[in-house]
């Protein structure tokens, strides 16, 4: 039972144009979200993160928004880079679970095209 | 830099066999995690440990334990493995709550 759903397991982006990735979570508890990156043959690498007291946080490029009453929340590229081409992971977690287990989504594999 | 290694990117076990998994941290994080990686699944938690001999179970425990003798050292082990456990392996290390996790490059096993 996956408290962390992200919906689409695939997306296709022309380069400079803007990647939307969403998420969506059950746990009413969770309240730090983070985006991992993730190139094939490589570990998962931290990419941003968002805490629920925010509704947004940008890091150049990459921009997260949550929206807490939809249990919802989003990154956005912009603009798309050849580079980006990888799959994204949404993570969530309790503030309560002082280890930080982190709980992920299926992950969405983005294919950023010339 | 922070560096998180696992002792190998690709192994091949037969059924049956017990298998190690090891992970080391320069990082001197207390928490350790393990992780399984399956299409469509996304990343599980196997078990982590936030102590030397300190282990928990996570989501998905059934079928392997744990070790942590020391603070950098963490290792997974499938006592006898099984076709479904034919994943990649991720293991990971992360000072708290809100802190970054950092996962090493990952072990793909396959059991035959």
């Known amino acids: 039972d996956q408290q962390v759903k992200q919906n689409s397991p695939s997306l296709s982006v022309q380069e400079g144009r803007i990647s939307i990735l969403n998420c969506d979570y059950t746990?009413?508890?969770?309240?730090?979200f983070l985006w991992y990156k993730k190139y094939p043959a490589e570990g998962p690498t931290f990419l941003i993160s968002?805490?629920?007291?925010?509704d947004k946080n940008e890091d150049g490029r990459f921009t997260v928004f949550l929206n807490k009453s939809a249990k919802h929340l989003s990154l956005h590229i912009v603009p798309s880079q050849p580079g980006d081409s990888a799959v994204y992971f949404c993570a969530a977690t309790p503030a309560t679970d002082s280890w930080g287990k982190l709980q992920f989504g299926a992950g969405t594999q983005v294919v950023v095209t010339p | 830099d922070v560096k998180v290694t696992q002792s190998s990117r690709y192994l091949v076990k037969r059924t049956g066999e017990k298998v190690f998994l090891e992970c080391v941290q320069d990082m001197d994080h207390e928490n350790m995690f393990w992780y399984r990686q399956d299409p469509g699944l996304g990343l599980r938690l196997i078990y982590f440990?936030?102590?030397?001999?300190?282990?928990e179970k996570g989501d998905i425990p059934e079928g392997y334990s744990v070790s942590r003798e020391k603070k950098e050292r963490f290792s997974l082990i499938l006592e006898s493995a099984s076709t479904n456990q034919t994943s990649m392996y991720l293991c990971?290390?992360?000072?708290?709550?809100?802190?970054?996790?950092?996962f090493g490059p990952g072990t793909r096993l396959t059991v035959l």
């Open positions: 746990n009413s508890m969770f309240d730090y």
């Open positions: 440990s936030y102590d030397v001999k300190m282990k």
């Open positions: 990971a290390t992360g000072g708290g709550v809100t802190d970054t996790q950092y």
């Open positions: 968002i805490s629920s007291i925010k």
